[in-house]
């Protein structure tokens, strides 16, 4: 089971690693989109290919709806935002069907109250651009992370992993609002953004391959 979690993590590793390094090299532009989208397509289909039941379905729809996300965006940003958008709200769907069992300590409750109330903060960071799109989508985003925290996947992985997507995000608020400069901001956005994608697709992955799920 470990393999099939690490290869396809690994390919998705090389492929983020891949665009990053290209993105400002001049492809053509299909290829660009190409080679964007190949990190989260790898985790989708392999997603995908392992799923026997609901909860590995969810998680091939989020990294499906992922990796459309990150292609779409290089069309039109509010459809691919739009397609980020379902992919947290079936991500939160994923979480809270594998809510955490027992009672939770106060200082995860208070970092799972934390990640939610960090909604105000991202719309706040757009600035000029904040609109209602933006507030919804925030108020999605911080509720996503807020649920992979609460869930019984792994917290090193799953957990951090939704944490990073919201950095990512942030940083990327931070940029249309005009409050860091685009060049800067894309050297934390990517990075940040696959990380996440691959550490919640371990750690999902792991917990329901340990139960043949």
């Not at 609002?177 to 994608?197: K, S, V």
Request: some cysteine; hydrophobic content about 60%.
């Amino acid at each position: 089971m470990a393999q099939r979690i690490a290869l396809p993590a690994s390919l998705a590793a090389i492929a983020a690693i891949a665009y990053f390094l290209a993105m400002n090299a001049g492809l053509p532009f299909a290829a660009h989109v190409a080679l964007k989208g190949a990190c989260v397509t790898i985790l989708a289909i392999a997603a995908a290919i392992a799923a026997r039941r609901t909860d590995g379905w969810l998680l091939a729809g989020v990294m499906a709806l992922g990796a459309l996300g990150d292609m779409l965006l290089e069309y039109d940003m509010m459809v691919g935002a739009g397609a980020f958008a379902l992919g947290h709200v079936t991500a939160i769907w994923l979480y809270l069907r594998n809510r955490r069992a027992g009672p939770m300590p106060v200082s995860q409750r208070g970092a799972a109250l934390a990640l939610l109330l960090s909604a105000p903060f991202l719309y706040l960071i757009a600035g000029p651009a904040a609109n209602a799109g933006i507030a919804l989508y925030s108020a999605l985003l911080a509720a996503m992370a807020a649920a992979a925290w609460t869930s019984r996947f792994s917290r090193y992985r799953t957990g951090i992993g939704a944490i990073l997507f919201l950095a990512s995000d942030a940083f990327i608020f931070a940029r249309i609002g005009g409050r860091m400069d685009p060049h800067e901001a894309a050297l934390f956005i990517w990075p940040l953004y696959t990380a996440g994608q691959i550490l919640i697709f371990v750690g999902v992955r792991q917990r329901l391959g340990t139960e043949g799920r």
